[in-house]
């Protein structure tokens, strides 16, 4: 998602329960599970359609999506679309029942198994579809989903879900889609929830001839269809979250370009407004193979060079749609001219191109399962944007970029979000996960060391969905430092650990206060102008050991360290 959410006028958690529409009662027996896990969040009332559309219940366990091919006619005229989704999936237990998901405002036209309609039943945006004898477990089988409707209109994509359906400058029709959030359920049928790639997929997107449609993977095949329509095939031959599955559709031109990384030759195309060739040939030529460079040296290889990069120019902003990025930032530097971290810094390369594409790494690769953990994307995207920085200027300004931008930082919530409800938390989860990580490397205090641990998590986790303590562990055993109470206090609650120094008979004493029992982090001091030493600060006053530091002269690095400090 991205960093521009931070200077909208609605605040982040008002946006995402307008999203939501969180109203009606709290389904106690949904919660059980994760009350322990959540006890530190402020109590909000849960939906049933929350928990339906959040929760990994046997019904969605119970198969594993292998293969979609989505097959979709979109009628920009009516702003309706139709046509179908087949699933393909393997068996995870024996089941007659599963569940899909789509929005309520779209109608299931019929569900086909095996030549014959299955029955079906709806609650709220969940799909029931019974089978007429039980699927074994282990077996591979498919159904396809026939469906059409209006789907719900993006007002202000990407912050609300949906469709843009609107026009370029010389008045062609441009639409896009963008549901990161709301959901891919918002415009196609699917398993909506994040712990579930499917492993491959096949896009085709029907639109008015003369027009274009840029979806993920790569071009397959267009046909000229009889009733006036041009079908384009596209086709990703890697696993892809379904939020990034997009359709944008325009008039569009074609260029193309090639990076040597470090896993061959990938393929670069950009599909751009035909009026805006130049423009994006300058400025996607200036970024787009400098950030690969940066984020292959820092990520590893770019995961996706099967399906290839893609930069796509859509009427929103911008989001992460795999191989397939979508591009809206006016082709000026920073954030649609500005610098979100009020340095400088932010304004000598294109804010979309860099963290858009920094998701291919952390958010695509890497996935979480729950979008409650979306700090996974969006900490390590954020941060991203420093280490671009340090890549073609120096660390300093890299650091000084993160320090800059904790001027957007709220700590108004939790970063994790209550899971099993389709719900994310504070949007802090940019500029003050993105400080959390550099305190992090700050305390490992090995380069070499960080970078490999950035590499190894793509490695690791490649093509993966993930939780937050497959992620802290990873790093804890990497690093040989336990970080977990750092990362807890960070990103389970809303303060920021608070360095207490008193002073008494000549000595220097230091404590934490923090919400995690027993916190501890090493900090860095030193006598004024001397050097920074890493002095080991637990949750109980304890000596400092450095002579002849006084209220005056002692100094507490908050430049490296996103803390509180108060002297006694």
Same mark, same amino acid.
């Given at each position: 998602?991205?960093?521009?959410?931070?200077?909208?006028? +609605?605040?982040?958690?008002?946006?995402?329960?307008?999203?939501h529409?969180?109203s009606?009662?709290?389904?106690?027996?949904?919660?059980?599970?994760?009350?322990?896990?959540?006890?530190?969040?402020?109590?909000?009332?849960?939906?049933?359609?929350?928990?339906?559309?959040?929760?990994?219940?046997?019904?969605?366990?119970?198969?594993?999506?292998?293969?979609?091919?989505?097959?979709?006619?979109?009628?920009?005229?009516?702003?309706?679309i139709?046509?179908s989704?087949?699933?393909?999936?393997?068996?995870?237990?024996?089941?007659?029942?599963?569940?899909?998901?789509?929005?309520?405002?779209?109608k299931?036209?019929?569900?086909?198994?095996?030549?014959?309609d299955?029955?079906?039943?709806?609650?709220?945006?969940?799909?029931?579809?019974?089978?007429?004898?039980?699927?074994?477990?282990?077996?591979?089988?498919?159904?396809?989903?026939?469906?059409?409707?209006?789907?719900?209109?993006?007002?202000?994509?990407?912050?609300?879900?949906?469709?843009?359906?609107t026009t370029?400058?010389?008045?062609?029709?441009?639409?896009?889609?963008?549901?990161?959030?709301?959901?891919?359920?918002?415009?196609?049928?699917?398993?909506?929830?994040?712990?579930?790639?499917?492993?491959?997929?096949?896009?085709?997107?029907?639109?008015?001839?003369?027009?274009?449609?840029?979806?993920?993977?790569?071009?397959?095949?267009?046909? +000229?269809?009889?009733?006036?329509?041009?079908?384009?095939?596209?086709?990703?031959?890697?696993?892809?979250?379904n939020?990034?599955?997009?359709?944008?559709?325009?008039?569009?031109?074609?260029?193309?370009?090639?990076?040597?990384?470090?896993?061959?030759?990938?393929?670069?195309?950009?599909?751009?407004?035909?009026?805006?060739?130049?423009?994006a040939?300058?400025?996607?030529?200036?970024?787009?193979?400098?950030?690969?460079?940066?984020?292959?040296?820092?990520?590893?290889?770019?995961?996706?060079?099967?399906?290839?990069?893609?930069?796509?120019?859509?009427?929103?902003?911008?989001?992460?749609?795999? =191989?397939?990025?979508?591009?809206?930032?006016?082709?000026?530097?920073?954030?649609?001219?500005?610098?979100? =971290?009020?340095?400088?810094?932010?304004?000598?390369?294109?804010?979309?191109?860099?963290?858009?594409?920094?998701?291919?790494?952390?958010?695509?690769?890497?996935?979480?399962?729950?979008?409650?953990?979306?700090?996974?994307?969006?900490?390590?995207?954020?941060? =991203?944007?420093?280490?671009?920085?340090?890549?073609?200027?120096?660390?300093?300004?890299?650091?000084?970029?993160?320090?800059?931008?904790?001027?957007?930082?709220?700590?108004?919530?939790?970063?994790?979000?209550?899971?099993?409800?389709?719900?994310?938390? =504070?949007?802090?989860?940019?500029?003050?996960?993105?400080?959390?990580?550099?305190?992090?490397?700050?305390?490992?205090?090995?380069?070499?060391?960080?970078?490999?641990?950035?590499?190894?998590?793509?490695?690791?986790?490649?093509?993966?969905?993930?939780?937050?303590?497959?992620?802290?562990?990873?790093?804890?055993k990497?690093?040989?430092?336990?970080? +977990?109470?750092?990362?807890?206090?960070?990103?389970r609650?809303?303060?920021?650990?608070?360095?207490?120094?008193?002073?008494?008979?000549?000595?220097?004493?230091?404590?934490?206060?923090?919400?995690?029992?027993?916190?501890?982090?090493p900090?860095?001091?030193r006598?004024k102008?001397?050097?920074?030493?890493?002095?080991?600060?637990?949750?109980?006053?304890?000596?400092?050991?450095?002579?002849?530091?006084t209220?005056?002269?002692?100094?507490?690095?908050?430049?490296?360290?996103?803390?509180?400090?108060?002297?006694?």
């Amino acid at each position: 998602m991205h960093l521009f959410l931070f200077i909208c006028n +609605t605040t982040r958690a008002n946006q995402m329960k307008l999203k939501h529409l969180l109203s009606g009662i709290i389904i106690v027996t949904f919660f059980s599970t994760i009350a322990s896990a959540q006890l530190m969040q402020k109590k909000e009332t849960y939906t049933r359609a929350d928990t339906l559309r959040g929760m990994l219940t046997p019904l969605r366990t119970c198969y594993d999506i292998n293969y979609y091919h989505l097959d979709v006619k979109f009628d920009l005229d009516k702003k309706y679309i139709s046509g179908s989704n087949l699933f393909k999936f393997t068996a995870k237990q024996n089941f007659t029942k599963l569940q899909f998901d789509l929005y309520a405002n779209l109608k299931v036209d019929k569900v086909v198994y095996q030549g014959k309609d299955l029955p079906f039943t709806r609650e709220f945006n969940a799909v029931f579809v019974t089978f007429p004898k039980a699927i074994a477990k282990g077996s591979k089988d498919e159904f396809t989903v026939y469906y059409s409707g209006n789907p719900t209109v993006a007002k202000r994509a990407p912050w609300d879900g949906g469709v843009v359906f609107t026009t370029d400058s010389l008045g062609k029709p441009w639409v896009a889609t963008a549901c990161q959030g709301a959901g891919a359920s918002i415009w196609w049928p699917t398993k909506d929830h994040q712990a579930d790639e499917v492993d491959s997929a096949l896009i085709s997107i029907s639109v008015p001839a003369g027009l274009q449609d840029v979806s993920n993977g790569r071009l397959r095949k267009t046909t +000229t269809l009889p009733d006036g329509y041009t079908r384009f095939d596209w086709f990703v031959s890697n696993p892809i979250n379904n939020y990034d599955i997009a359709a944008n559709i325009g008039n569009y031109t074609h260029m193309e370009d090639s990076y040597d990384g470090e896993k061959g030759k990938l393929s670069i195309d950009y599909w751009v407004l035909t009026y805006n060739a130049e423009k994006a040939k300058a400025q996607f030529g200036r970024d787009v193979k400098r950030m690969l460079k940066a984020f292959e040296n820092w990520f590893g290889p770019y995961p996706w060079y099967e399906d290839g990069y893609k930069l796509v120019e859509t009427p929103h902003l911008g989001m992460e749609h795999q =191989s397939a990025v979508a591009y809206g930032n006016k082709y000026k530097n920073g954030y649609l001219g500005r610098d979100l =971290s009020g340095t400088g810094l932010g304004l000598t390369w294109d804010f979309i191109i860099v963290h858009e594409s920094g998701h291919e790494w952390f958010g695509n690769n890497i996935t979480s399962k729950d979008i409650a953990d979306m700090w996974i994307h969006e900490s390590f995207t954020n941060y =991203s944007e420093s280490l671009f920085i340090e890549t073609y200027s120096n660390k300093q300004a890299g650091l000084e970029y993160i320090q800059g931008l904790r001027k957007i930082i709220r700590n108004d919530e939790p970063i994790i979000g209550p899971y099993n409800v389709n719900k994310e938390g =504070s949007g802090d989860m940019y500029p003050k996960g993105a400080n959390m990580l550099s305190i992090v490397r700050t305390i490992i205090n090995d380069d070499a060391k960080w970078r490999s641990i950035l590499r190894g998590l793509n490695q690791t986790f490649y093509h993966q969905t993930v939780t937050t303590p497959q992620i802290v562990n990873y790093i804890n055993k990497q690093a040989g430092i336990n970080f +977990t109470p750092i990362f807890d206090q960070y990103l389970r609650y809303t303060q920021i650990p608070q360095l207490d120094l008193k002073f008494e008979n000549g000595k220097v004493y230091a404590k934490w206060t923090a919400d995690v029992k027993g916190f501890t982090m090493p900090i860095k001091m030193r006598k004024k102008d001397g050097e920074y030493y890493f002095i080991k600060v637990t949750s109980d006053y304890a000596p400092v050991a450095l002579p002849g530091l006084t209220k005056e002269n002692l100094e507490v690095d908050t430049f490296e360290y996103y803390i509180k400090v108060k002297m006694e």
